[in-house]
Structure formats: structure tokens, C-alpha cells
């Protein structure tokens, strides 16, 4: 089992994307690939899970060569890789947090896009949302985060 964060600030060139699904067109997040903090926090569960590092492991920010990467991409060489050494994804759970960005009306494009990416059926990967209610950098709005927790099998 391994657990994933990922942060951004807003302020970037739209959209927001969530699993490579667009939930906001009007607003972006500041960041070196495209900033999907959904793919980010799934994508670095399943590196946990398999015991083989971060992101920041396998595609560096300081690289130019990301810049404006695909996260779903990104997403998608982790399964690769954590298939390389015999473990593939059972299970994804992942919270958006956010005091603006309304997950609800996008949650089943979500949902199967990371089906998709990790190959589980939609019945296997679970998407929610919060807010803090006001509190810190994402109570303010300056923000968006997640977290996620995979599960892996031989």
C-alpha cells in the first residue's frame, strides 16, 4: 500500500485538471508539467506502494524535459514501472482538496480515466473531495491538493 500528496498553488494558465479530466477552464496551477495533482498524488501512491521512490525520483522538475508533461502520461510510465518489478495496481482511492474546485459533476470522468490509466475497473478506483472550510492556504483559495492511497498485487 503506499499514500501520495501533491500540492499546487493557482495561478497558472487554465484548466485545472483532475486525472487529465478539465474542471476548470477559467483558472490553471502554477506548476512544471501540466499541475494535475490527482495523476501527481496517484502516481506517487503507486511508486510508495511499490517501494521505488517519488516523482521526483523519475521525472525531476529541475529536468526541462517535463515542462508542460502530460501528467496522466506521467501516470501511466509509473504503472509501467511498477509492473517491471511484478506489482500492479488493486485498488486507488484519491481526495481532492479545494475550496473552489467542485469535483462532483466530473467524479465519474474521473474515476475512469484513472481506471484507465492504472487498469482497474471503475469499481476499483474511488474519487472524493473536501474543503477545509476556510482554513490556510486552501481555505484562501490559493491552492488545490491530494491525496491518494494504492494498493498493489503480484
Known amino acids: 500500500m503506499g499514500w501520495g500528496l501533491d500540492v499546487h498553488r493557482l495561478g497558472g494558465d487554465p484548466p485545472i485538471l ?5 474542471v476548470d477552464q ?5 506548476a512544471t508539467s501540466d499541475g494535475d495533482v490527482v495523476a501527481h ?8 506502494a511499490a517501494a521505488l521512490g517519488d516523482l521526483g525520483t ?3 522538475s529541475s529536468d526541462p ?3 508542460n508533461a502530460d501528467s496522466m502520461g506521467l501516470l501511466r510510465r509509473v504503472v509501467e514501472l511498477a509492473d517491471s518489478m511484478k506489482w500492479r495496481p488493486s485498488f486507488c482511492d484519491v481526495t481532492a482538496v479545494s475550496e473552489s474546485v467542485r469535483v462532483a459533476p466530473f467524479r465519474e470522468e474521473v474515476r475512469a480515466a484513472l481506471a484507465g490509466a492504472l487498469g482497474l475497473s471503475v469499481g476499483q478506483v474511488s474519487v472524493k473531495a ?14 488545490i491538493a491530494a491525496v491518494a492511497a494504492v494498493t498493489v498485487v503480484r
Open 26 to 30: 477559467e483558472r490553471g496551477v502554477i
Open 130 to 143: 473536501t474543503t477545509t472550510d476556510g482554513l490556510g492556504w486552501v481555505g484562501r483559495d490559493q491552492g
Open 65 to 67: 524535459q517535463w515542462t
Open 41 to 48: 498524488a496517484v502516481a506517487d501512491a503507486l511508486l510508495g
Open 18 to 22: 483532475l486525472a487529465g479530466v478539465e
Open 58 to 60: 523519475f521525472f525531476p
